[in-house]
């Protein structure tokens, strides 16, 4: 089953940042067991742009849509048993310590 990992800064971190995993092995871990299909960060939310469209009309924002003090900068697609492994996957990415980490199911027709 396919899990989208999105990856949120968080603005109570964990008060160890030395406790979180490194980044690099984590990725390596998981792409080398193909549970990790792909994944990026993203850039600055100032840099993103909003769409819309109300009746007819084209509606551009600059920025998130969401005004929150939590952004998302990142994502990675996983490739999972289920929900448990997914989890485990999440658990020990180092965001799960300075962020939050939320999975989402992909609906696969």
């Keep these: 089953m396919k899990y989208m990992m999105l990856v949120c800064t968080d603005t109570q971190p964990d008060r160890n940042p030395d406790a979180a995993p490194d980044i690099e092995k984590w990725v390596a871990e998981r792409d080398a067991n193909g549970q ?8 600055d939310p100032s840099a993103a742009t909003t769409v819309r469209v109300r009746d007819g009309e084209l509606l551009l ?14 994502f990675d697609l996983l490739e999972c048993a ?11 990415h180092p965001m799960a310590y300075a962020g939050r980490i939320e999975l989402r199911p992909l609906v696969e027709d």
């Design 61 to 74: 924002s600059d920025g998130p849509f969401a005004e929150t003090k939590e952004v998302i900068v990142g």
């Design 82 to 92: 289920d929900l448990d492994e997914a989890v485990e996957v999440a658990r020990a």
């Design 36 to 43: 990790r299909l792909t994944g990026s960060r993203f850039a």
